[in-house]
């Protein structure tokens, strides 16, 4: 079993920064592909970006750019920057074995998420 817990998030004004942390528990989650998703109001959760257990990471094309995803270990790190009103959701850190992908069945293991909100 893998837990995550969460940290960061908040509100911000369009075009500010916001910093994310998600810590995985659990024996093998080190080598565990770790992604963030999120989900604004009425609308489906999407990918963010995600990143392996060597440090190859991707982003959606709405962040590239603007997003940093890093690792150390079974802890990722999310640095958000020039924050749109559109970024604005809930926040969910996910881990799973096997190859990194965007679908989200791939991802057993999700955290509670957390707010992120970028107002204009």
């Known amino acids: 079993q893998v837990h995550l817990r969460e940290s960061g998030g908040g509100s911000v004004q369009a075009g500010g920064s916001l910093y994310l942390t998600c810590a995985a528990s659990?024996?093998?989650?080190?080598?565990?592909?770790m992604a963030w998703f999120r989900q604004a109001p009425g609308k489906e959760r999407e990918a963010v970006a995600n990143i392996d257990n060597v440090g190859s990471v991707l982003y959606a094309d709405s962040v590239k750019g603007r997003f940093a995803l890093s690792r150390d270990n079974a802890k990722i790190f999310l640095r958000m920057n020039r924050l749109r009103s559109e970024d604005s959701g809930i926040y969910y850190c996910?881990?799973?074995?096997?190859?990194?992908?965007?679908?989200?069945?791939?991802?057993?293991?999700w955290g509670q998420g957390t707010q992120v909100t970028a107002s204009s």
């Open positions: 996910a881990a799973g074995p096997g190859f990194c992908t965007w679908r989200r069945d791939a991802f057993p293991y």
């Open positions: 659990g024996s093998t989650s080190e080598r565990f592909c």
